[in-house]
């Protein structure tokens, strides 16, 4: 059996874990049953799970509602994540509750970027240049020959 070299995609459970952690933590942040109260005023959205092959590690991706504050909310969820950790514990029947850590989701600001890039007049020229150019469309004079015949 021979391996590739480089990053391998994740198997079926660990995306069915994913989502199943993803769940529990955003009931959990809907809720706001925290004793914290920089985390009963946090308005994140948990965007992605990804979970390490023997299910024992999990990154936890997030985003507050209108990008406000990332830095700050991603701190303050370090600091609860063995709190965290322990309700997805009780909500999650797996073997071993994976370790939760938090990370800012920098995707909306990437694709917000490759956009506004794709947008400028240079590009767009150049991804008109490779496209060609279309024939005017000709319309029949009455009485004249017909178009295509």
């Known amino acids: 059996m021979t391996h590739k070299h480089g990053p391998r995609s994740p198997s079926q459970r660990q995306l069915r874990v994913g989502e199943e952690v993803r769940h529990v933590l955003s009931a959990l942040f809907l809720r706001g049953d ?10 994140v959205t948990v965007t992605e799970v990804r979970l390490s092959p023997d299910l024992r590690n999990a990154t936890v991706f997030v985003t507050p509602l209108g990008g406000q504050q990332l830095g700050d909310s991603v701190a303050a969820l370090r600091r609860a994540a063995a709190f965290l950790r322990s309700q997805v514990a009780r909500e999650i029947n797996l073997r071993y509750a994976p370790a939760l850590s938090f990370e800012a989701d920098r995707s909306f600001e990437v694709a917000s970027r490759i956009d506004s890039l794709l947008h400028l007049p240079e590009v767009a020229r150049d991804l008109g240049a490779g496209e060609p150019a279309a024939e005017p469309a000709t319309t029949p004079e009455p009485g004249g020959p017909a178009v295509g015949a």
């Open 34 to 43: 925290f004793r914290d109260p920089t985390l009963q005023a946090l308005n």
